[in-house]
């Protein structure tokens, strides 16, 4: 009877608990082939760009589109192009996704022009709403298998809120992804992960720490953290990484 | 001019190195702003380090960071002065950075004052401080130097402070190789300070409670806030805001951002949107270049971005009709701020934007003070360049103080983030007009 209580009690006491979003998890959800638009957000340098290229469904390929202020829609969606005496429509990446039933990666979704987010409203619905007519007159409707996945540095907070209500998961990395960390040498994964936790203004992305496992062989140490970071930055953390292998 | 307050330039990464992981970052603070003692510090506990932010300052970094790696949060307590325990972790620390190939180079400036530090003990007849110069000296590049001092003016006690020197080294080497680490052990250290103050009593540098009537502050910079070693008598390091406040002497307000209703067209008439034609696209708008240059198509033509933000408090003497003109001039695609402030808060309020712009009742200002320069560049500093800022150069904080310091800081973010200032609207109108 104690026994069953004691279980219980643990029981109670891991579901109480705040549940963590672990890389494991973002996996399954981009495996998943009930969830069809994701948003990822976390720090830069994460990991996030690179699980949504290489993780999950990405069997009939990946359309990768980053965002800018300056983007028109029809870079999305597509547009013709002069071929001889004549003009010929081109599709663009978010319809070339649609009809091949691809993955569909938007990165910088926060930085969508007015134009952009109008134009990924009925990219976003569920599948049987989910349509797009072209200036051709044709209708496009995404075959089976299309999903989208969109990331940013930040909470979609900033989106519309009938946007945000399309998705249907919104996750939040916290750590950089194991397989990044597993390219650096076991004496800089510590450093890295530990430097990746600082305040914005004071963190040393992924990125730089696999610039430098790259380089120490052919330039050095110092040189790398040099090159990698610059000149004063780069000083400061040759000195850390020292001392921690010394420590 | 020395650049301040750029942690993420200058400053040191102590979380990379310490033993555990602590919980938060460290906070690393200016010590160029800060009334220290010496030019490096310490707290471990608080997880607070003063260093320089300079170019120059890599041996105080790299020194404060031995520190990280190796002293303990809390030293032994020990019945004598704790200086003599300082004097040795420096030293013990100092040796293991050069143990790892990282010494403690002190540039000519520093290597200058500590000559002449010790010059100014030896003819005070201080024998104390010259022990304690001396042997946290060690393993700095400034310990050869002492040594040749102490050799051509010995006075009373330069033989037996070299002799010292030579010891404490030895013993440190030795341990730290026994070791096979990169450091000699905490524990070592304690010892040798042990024996230290003991030859230091013996000598009578040390009352018979163990401590030196010396007044000499120790070069030593771990600080230990409650009870600990204290670097020098009537010092309080603290710590977050407050420090920040005191070195600032007025701490900027309180900031609030907020965004004006855009409601009217930036220009009357047409020139909200600018179009351009294309070759490739998907809207046909100008057919009539199909013979000429094909470019028959319509496509959103790149914006003229960049930021202006208006310092509307009472030294400026605007008028919202004022700022109606400048909006006038302003460029379609660039945002446009203005903030005030009073008491300890302030505002920033967008009024343009992509075009459009607030009706003029939504000019008149927050406050008749500054109080929020600082954080309002900040945001500027974020925005899309160019970015102007339209100031007379006063800088205020909380209760519309000024202070040299915040106008400094607000100098330097300045020249970080390219912002440029200008004094008068009639300028900034003729700024916008010609780009």
Redesign the interface.
């Known amino acids: 009877m104690s026994d069953l209580r004691t279980k219980r009690n643990k029981k109670t006491e891991t579901e109480s608990r705040t549940a963590t979003i672990t890389w494991e998890l973002i996996e399954r959800v981009l495996g998943s082939p009930t969830l069809g638009r994701i948003y990822l957000w976390g720090k830069a340098g994460i990991g996030k760009t690179y699980c949504a290229y290489h993780k999950g469904r990405i069997g009939r390929g990946v359309y990768a589109i980053s965002l800018t202020q300056?983007m028109?829609a029809?870079e999305l969606?597509?547009?013709?192009?002069?071929k001889g005496d004549h003009f010929e429509?081109h599709d663009g990446p978010v319809l070339r996704a649609m009809r091949e039933g691809a993955r569909l990666v938007i990165n910088e979704i926060l930085h969508a022009s007015d134009?952009v987010l109008s134009f990924l409203y009925p990219i976003l619905e569920f599948e049987e709403t989910a349509r797009i007519t072209l200036?051709t007159g044709e209708t496009v409707t995404p075959a089976p298998g299309f999903h989208t996945v969109l990331t940013d540095n930040a909470a979609p907070d900033d989106l519309p809120a009938p946007l945000r209500d399309r998705f249907d998961a919104v996750l939040e990395i916290n750590e950089p992804h194991p397989e990044a960390l597993a390219l650096l040498p076991e004496a800089l994964r510590e450093?890295a992960r530990?430097?990746f936790?600082?305040?914005d203004?004071?963190r040393?992305s992924i990125r730089g720490w696999l610039g430098v496992a790259r380089l120490e062989a052919e330039l050095g140490l110092a040189d790398a953290c040099t090159v990698v970071f610059?000149a004063?930055?780069g000083?400061?953390?040759y000195?850390?990484?020292?001392?921690?292998r010394?420590? | 001019m020395t650049e301040c307050h750029r942690p993420h330039i200058f400053g040191p990464y102590p979380e990379l190195i310490e033993r555990k992981p602590g919980l938060a970052p460290f906070e690393i603070i200016d010590a160029l702003a800060a009334p220290l003692p010496t030019r490096g510090m310490v707290d471990l506990g608080k997880r607070v380090m003063w260093v320089p932010l300079e170019a120059s300052a890599r041996p105080v970094t790299r020194h404060e960071l031995g520190h990280v790696a190796w002293s303990p949060p809390k030293p032994s307590p020990v019945r004598f002065d704790r200086r003599v325990l300082m004097a040795v972790e420096d030293a013990r620390v100092n040796l293991g950075l050069l143990g790892l190939a990282l010494p403690v180079v002190l540039d000519f400036e520093s290597h200058a004052h500590v000559v002449l530090l010790l010059a100014q003990d030896a003819k005070a007849g201080d024998g104390f401080a010259l022990f304690m110069r001396a042997i946290a000296s060690l393993g700095t590049s400034v310990e050869e130097a002492l040594e040749e001092q102490l050799f051509a003016a010995p006075g009373p006690f330069g033989a037996l402070v070299v002799d010292w020197m030579v010891r404490a080294r030895s013993a440190l080497e030795a341990a730290r190789a026994e070791a096979r680490g990169p450091v000699a052990p905490y524990g070592l250290g304690v010892q040798l300070a042990r024996q230290l103050a003991h030859e230091l009593r013996a000598l009578g540098l040390l009352d018979v409670r163990g401590q030196a009537r010396s007044r000499a502050p120790s070069g030593c910079c771990v600080v230990h806030g409650e009870g600990g070693l204290i670097p020098s008598e009537g010092f309080e390091p603290t710590r977050g805001e407050g420090v920040l406040d005191e070195r600032a002497a007025v701490r900027p307000g309180r900031l609030t951002l907020k965004e004006a209703p855009l409601r009217v067209p930036l220009r009357p008439g047409r020139g909200g949107r600018a179009w351009r034609a294309a070759q490739e696209g998907s809207v046909v708008r100008y057919f009539t270049r199909l013979p000429v240059d094909r470019a028959v198509f319509r496509r959103r033509a790149r914006r003229s971005g960049g930021t202006l933000l208006v310092d509307t408090s009472g030294s400026m003497s605007l008028e919202p009709a004022d700022l109606d003109r400048l909006l006038l001039a302003t460029p379609l695609g660039m945002r446009v701020a203005i903030y005030s402030g009073s008491g300890e808060v302030g505002e920033l309020r967008i009024v343009a934007d992509a075009g459009r712009r607030a009706a003029p009742e939504h000019l008149a200002r927050f406050g008749t003070g500054n109080v929020v320069d600082l954080p309002a560049l900040e945001w500027l500093a974020k925005q899309s360049l160019p970015r102007l800022w339209i100031s007379d150069g006063v800088v205020t904080g909380v209760g519309d103080r000024g202070s040299q310091v915040l106008k400094r800081r607000c100098e330097a973010l300045c020249r970080r983030a390219h912002i440029r200032r200008v004094a008068k609207l009639d300028e900034a109108a003729k700024l916008l007009r010609g780009r």
Not at chain 1, 77 to 82: D, E, I, S
Request: contains cysteine.
């Open positions: 300056e028109p029809s969606r597509g547009h013709y192009l002069p429509f134009d200036p450093v530990r430097g936790a600082l305040d203004d004071r040393v610059g004063e930055r000083s400061q953390i000195d850390a990484i020292v001392l921690a010394g420590c």
